[in-house]
Each structure stands twice: as C-alpha cells, then as structure tokens.
Nanobody, 121 residues
Framework: QVQLVESGGGLVQPGGSLRLSCAAS????????MAWFRQAPGKDRELVAS????????YYDNSVKGRFTISRDNAKNTMYLQMNNLKPDDTAVYYC??????????????WGQGTQVTVSS
C-alpha cells in the first residue's frame, strides 16, 4: 500500500519556524517530482513548493519565496519543507504529493492526509 504521511505541523507564533516531513512508503518516489500544497479554510488548495526527482529544480510560490525551503532525501524516501518567519496567512492544512513524472509537469498521483499548521499569537 502506497502512503505519504506528513508530520511536523503544529501551533507556532508569528516569526517562528516549523519543519514538515513527508515520509513515503510502499514504493520509491526517487524518480518522481514531489510537492507541498496547502489549503486554508474557505480557500482553494494551492501549490506552495515543488522539487524535481533529483532535487535539482525547485519552485516556490511568491508568497513563501525566501522563507520556505523544500528538500528531499531519496535514500530515506522523504521530503521536507523548512518554514521560517511564519505568518498568520501561512495557516492551513499542508499536504504532500507525488507527481507521475520527474519534473512535476504531469498530474500529482499520490497525496498525504495533511498536517495542520497554525500561526497565531
């Protein structure tokens, strides 16, 4: 059974940091692009950041550029999202996803169950 399991969410004050992890099991995703999405209450799901199969190419939404860093460890079949200088607008459920292709240009095929990130004082 293929699974993506997110962890690392929680409550943090504005300006704080969190590190999300996405652990994959059931198959290797070392040949697949992966990404972090988020969905805030009442809003559509949006792409936050993506990373190619080798880690050589990354993409960030303008709203997180310079604050978030996406990375992956293919040996551990795990992807990460380091989030710094968090803002209340970052509050959302964060989902990891695996693409059918190496560069993230095809559909995202597998999804995790999500982890809540709440930024509030």
């Amino acid at each position: 059974q293929v699974q993506l399991v997110e962890s690392g969410g929680g409550l943090v004050q504005p300006g704080g940091s969190l590190r999300l992890s996405c652990a994959a099991s059931g198959r290797s995703f070392s040949e697949n692009a992966m990404a972090w999405f988020r969905q805030a209450p009442g809003k559509d799901r949006e792409l936050v950041a993506s990373i190619s199969w080798s880690g050589g190419n990354t993409y960030y939404d303008n709203s997180v550029k310079g604050r978030f860093t996406i990375s992956r460890d293919n040996a551990k079949n795990t992807m990460y999202l380091q989030m710094n200088n968090l803002k209340p607008d970052d509050t959302a459920v964060y989902y990891c996803a695996a693409n059918k292709g190496r560069l993230g240009l095809i559909e995202y095929e597998y999804w995790g169950q999500g982890t809540q990130v709440t930024v509030s004082s």
